[in-house]
């Protein structure tokens, strides 16, 4: 079974600068989460879609932070503009059941900001 | 606000000995936890969850302990193995954050062999 595919691995910008990671989930969930992990601290869940409807972004920066899930698959998030403090790992996760379910993890898209 | 944290940052054990790995959570009404492992580069990888209905849950050479009175779990990893070195998140759920899981800072554990 396919895992959870995320791109790009790497990505280096200069702060100002605009950045999008693209996630597509396990086939079959749906649920959807990207998540942050900033080095030396746990994940912390930036927004959750059901479907392509969102259920949880009250951690997303949304004066900066973007994120869709069209057709309720593949989902991309974007930081326009960046700050040197979202350097950070971006997961994504997705879950078949909705919350309860196990989630599983992309490999992350790892983010230097400049 | 709820928070998740363990009380030991890093554990190094040498290969075969048990190992434990503690989490102390803030929120009385959480009542879902799971244990995560990750390794360098990659994802959070599952090992077990517990619910607040039940004190102890048995895996494969793992066993969670909740201890609610306290709001502390642990992560019991038996004859552990090099291939277990990673960094172990406690993540918990539940009240009214329910839908979200909050993550502890991590433990890194290393096996020596």
């Known amino acids: 079974e396919a895992g959870v595919a995320q791109s790009p691995r790497y990505k280096i910008i200069e702060k100002r600068q605009s950045v999008a990671f693209w996630c597509n989930p396990i086939?079959?969930?749906?649920?959807l989460y990207w998540y942050q992990q900033i080095l030396g601290q746990g994940p912390k869940l930036l927004i959750q879609f059901q479907n392509n409807g969102v259920v949880d972004d009250s951690q997303l920066p949304k004066d900066r932070f973007s994120a869709e899930r069209l057709k309720g698959v593949d989902s991309t998030l974007k930081i326009q503009p960046a700050k040197l403090e979202d350097s950070a790992v971006y997961l994504c996760?997705?879950?078949?059941?909705?919350?309860?379910?196990?989630?599983?993890f992309g490999e992350g898209s790892r983010l230097t900001v400049l | 606000g709820e928070s998740v944290g363990l009380h030991l940052p890093t554990l190094s054990v040498q290969e075969g000995d048990n190992s434990i790995i503690n989490c102390a959570y803030s929120?009385?009404?959480?009542?879902?936890f799971i244990w995560y492992k990750q390794e360098s580069g990659k994802g959070p990888q599952f090992i077990i969850d517990i619910r607040s209905n039940m004190d102890k849950r048995q895996g494969q050479r793992v066993t969670v302990l909740l201890n609610k009175t306290v709001k502390h779990l642990s992560l019991q990893i038996a004859a552990t193995q090099p291939g277990d070195s990673a960094v172990y998140f406690c993540a918990s759920a539940g009240g009214t954050s329910y839908g979200k899981l909050t993550f502890g800072q991590g433990t890194i554990l290393t096996v020596h062999p």
């Open positions: 996760a997705s879950s078949f059941q909705g919350f309860g379910g196990e989630l599983f």
């Open positions: 086939s079959g969930h749906a649920t």
């Open positions: 929120n009385s009404a959480s009542d879902y």
